[in-house]
Structure formats: structure tokens, C-alpha cells
């Protein structure tokens, strides 16, 4: 069974940082990409940032420079570092991977950016 588990959300001022963590389990996670999406009020979801086997990572244009995606394969668990966070980040955080037979998502996050 595949689970993802995301973790890290909160409210944070304009200019402020957070950092999600998204547990995995259920997938070989070494050898599995893995993204992270938001999806705010009344908008679609979106990929915010995507990060690969070998590392190599792609992030959407609005976060590029303030957001920073990485993993830790020993510990089955990929980050999204968010950095000088904007009132326009606001939105629910899910995790996401697309293996054989999936994709999964995980339950979401909520970060809310405001003063």
C-alpha cells in the first residue's frame, strides 16, 4: 500500500519560510521521481516543483530562486524548503509520485501565508 504523508504546513508571515516533508512508503523510493503541488481556492492544482532519481530537480517559474526541493533516500522523504514565502503561495501542499500503477497523492498541507 502506498502512502504518502506530508507534513510542515502552517501560517507564516510575507517573507517567511517553511519546510514540508513528505513521508513515503509502499514505493521504492530510490528509484521513484517525486513532486510537489498546490492547489489554491478556485484554482487548479499545479506542480510546484519536481525532483528525480538522479536529483535533478524543475521548478515552476513563480517559485524559482525561493523554493528549493531535495530528498533524503535513506529516510524515504522528499522536502520543499519554501523561502521568502508571498501571500500568492497560499494553498494546499500535496505531495505526489507516479510509479507503476499509480500516481499517489498524499493528504495535503495547508500553508497559509499572511500578516
Known amino acids: 500500500q502506498v502512502r504518502l504523508v506530508e507534513s510542515g504546513g502552517g501560517l507564516v508571515q510575507p517573507g517567511g519560510s517553511l519546510r514540508l516533508s513528505c513521508a513515503a512508503s509502499?514505493?521504492?523510493?530510490?528509484?521513484?521521481?517525486m513532486g510537489w503541488y498546490r492547489q489554491a481556492p478556485g484554482k487548479q492544482r499545479e506542480l510546484v516543483a519536481g525532483?528525480?532519481?538522479?536529483?535533478?530537480?524543475n521548478y515552476r517559474d513563480s517559485v524559482k530562486g525561493r523554493f528549493t526541493i531535495s530528498r533524503d533516500n535513506a529516510k524515504n522523504t522528499v522536502y520543499l524548503q519554501m523561502n521568502s514565502l508571498k501571500p500568492e503561495d497560499t494553498a494546499v501542499y500535496y505531495c505526489?509520485?507516479?510509479?507503476?500503477?499509480?500516481?499517489?497523492w498524499g493528504q495535503g498541507t495547508q500553508v497559509t501565508v499572511s500578516s
Open positions: 509502499g514505493i521504492l523510493f530510490r528509484i521513484t521521481a
Open positions: 525532483i528525480r532519481t538522479d536529483a535533478s530537480t
Open positions: 505526489h509520485t507516479n510509479p507503476p500503477l499509480g500516481p499517489y
